[in-house]
């Protein structure tokens, strides 16, 4: 890690090419896992219902089954399956049924790769830097879900809470108390705003993902970063989800996903939330 410190001419694009592998490997967690998720729900409610076992294979699996055409099923070859440069070299179309390739692919990888190489510039090449891929990972997991199916899966969620809290253990980026703090904080914050808007109106406002998401970047960015990612989220969200709404002709009764403004909100304040208050308190006067 020190060589890579001294020598980041070979270090960022190291990180680059990591960076754009893992997001190939983000792009099938966003697309199977919630898959996953809904078989393993309809077969444990058919248990608990006592309904008839039915045939119903388990969908493809995240780690060992082969990507394929979503369409045709076409597997796909090695050299189908290199990030960015496959999707560029099929002009974004399936080799064997033509049909398109969604431009999720390249996205996802890119921004993956980018998002890693600011962390490492942030935090360096050593445990830091390690800690801040794997929670930028974690959030673009999280937001490619969310906004496909607007859910945030515990399975995502709870961990990336308990690395924060196991990483504060340690003081890598802040000490444990303010990190249990933000935790709990982060989930009661928006529980409470859940629970008031429900009693007042009838209707749920936000999933519960959402009071998980926030705990977890509570517990990394401890409880001084809390309402900032409040604040920026619900700016960010306000900003992007009336323009979406206006494109898509849909009125504000829509249902928005949240995550992934919190996830953007929460990303912005891990990586630079000190100069932010900062600037905010030499701005106010404090």
């Known amino acids: 890690m020190a060589y890579l410190d001294q020598n980041p001419g070979l270090g960022y694009p190291l990180v680059a090419g990591l960076g754009l592998l893992v997001g190939s490997f983000l792009n099938v967690v966003i697309l199977r ?3 996953r998720m809904e078989w393993e729900w309809n ?16 969908p493809p699996g995240i780690v060992v089954e082969r990507s394929h055409c979503p369409h ?6 090695w050299y189908e399956n290199i990030p960015v440069f496959s999707w560029l070299a099929l002009r974004g179309k399936c080799r064997n049924c033509k049909a398109p390739i969604s431009i999720q692919y390249p996205l996802v990888e890119l921004l993956t790769a980018m998002l890693c190489v600011l962390c490492v510039w942030r935090f360096g090449f050593g445990w830091q830097g390690f800690g801040a891929c794997l929670l930028t990972c974690v959030l673009v997991a999280l937001s490619g879900i969310d906004l ?17 809290l196991i ?3 340690d003081n890598l980026y802040m000490p444990a108390k303010p990190a249990l703090l933000g935790a709990i904080a982060g989930y009661v914050s928006l529980w409470s705003v859940w629970w008031v808007f429900k009693q007042v109106t009838g209707k749920e406002g936000m999933g519960h993902g959402d009071f998980k ?17 409040i604040l920026l989220s619900s700016v960010v969200g306000a900003l992007i989800g009336s323009i979406w709404l206006a494109v898509k002709g849909r009125d504000r009764a829509t249902p928005i996903p949240f995550g992934p403004y919190l996830a953007i909100a929460g990303w912005i304040v891990f990586m630079w939330g000190d100069q932010l208050i900062g600037m905010y308190r030499g701005y106010a006067g404090i």
Request: aromatic share 4%; charged share 15%; proline share 11%.
């Open 167 to 169: 990483a504060a253990l």
């Open 33 to 35: 896992l919630p898959r």
């Open 148 to 164: 496909r199916t607007q859910l945030l899966p515990d399975s995502l969620t709870l961990p990336l809470m308990w690395l924060g």
């Open 72 to 77: 045709c099923g076409h597997q796909l070859s």
């Open 43 to 58: 077969r444990d409610a058919r248990e608990v219902l006592g309904e008839p076992e039915l045939y119903d294979p388990p």
């Open 213 to 229: 998401l926030l705990a977890a970047l509570g517990a990394w960015v401890g409880l001084a970063g809390v309402l900032p990612i």
